[in-house]
């Protein structure tokens, strides 16, 4: 199994920037298709950052220009750069992968369920 566990995130004001960071480990390989997702209350997940095995990367237009994902495929390890942070950005924040980027990658961005393995999250708060 492909066990996820990520880390980062914290209580900042709207402008400052933040790091996630989740760590692969267990069974995983170059291959898989890893996303950050994140679900505020009431709200459903959504992806806010996908990378594929080759390096393409996709983002919804909500944070475009000021989410970036990477990846250090040494360290086994997912990052989400996010500057620019704003009160909505406010959220649990996900990593999660999946076996092959299957499709086309906006569609994945919305598609959660299409990703078998899930960190527990950690909490982003953005106070205005």
């Known amino acids: 199994n492909l066990q996820l566990v990520e880390s980062g995130g914290g209580s900042v004001e709207a402008g400052r920037s933040l790091r996630l960071s989740c760590v692969a480990s267990?069974?995983?390989?170059?291959?898989?298709?890893m996303a950050w997702f994140r679900q505020a209350p009431g709200k459903e997940r959504e992806g806010v950052g996908l990378?594929?095995?080759?390096?393409?990367?996709e983002y919804p237009t909500s944070v475009k220009g000021r989410f970036t994902i990477s990846e250090d495929s040494a360290k086994n390890t997912l990052y989400l750069q996010m500057n620019g942070l704003k009160p909505e950005d406010t959220a649990k924040y996900y990593c999660?992968?999946?076996?092959?980027?299957?499709?086309?990658?906006?569609?994945?961005?919305?598609?959660?369920?299409?990703?078998?393995?899930w960190g527990q999250g950690t909490q982003v708060t953005v106070s205005s």
């Open positions: 999660a992968a999946a076996d092959m980027c299957g499709g086309p990658l906006r569609s994945l961005l919305n598609a959660p369920a299409d990703f078998p393995y």
């Open positions: 267990g069974e995983f390989y170059r291959g898989y298709c």
């Open positions: 990378i594929t095995h080759s390096g393409s990367t």
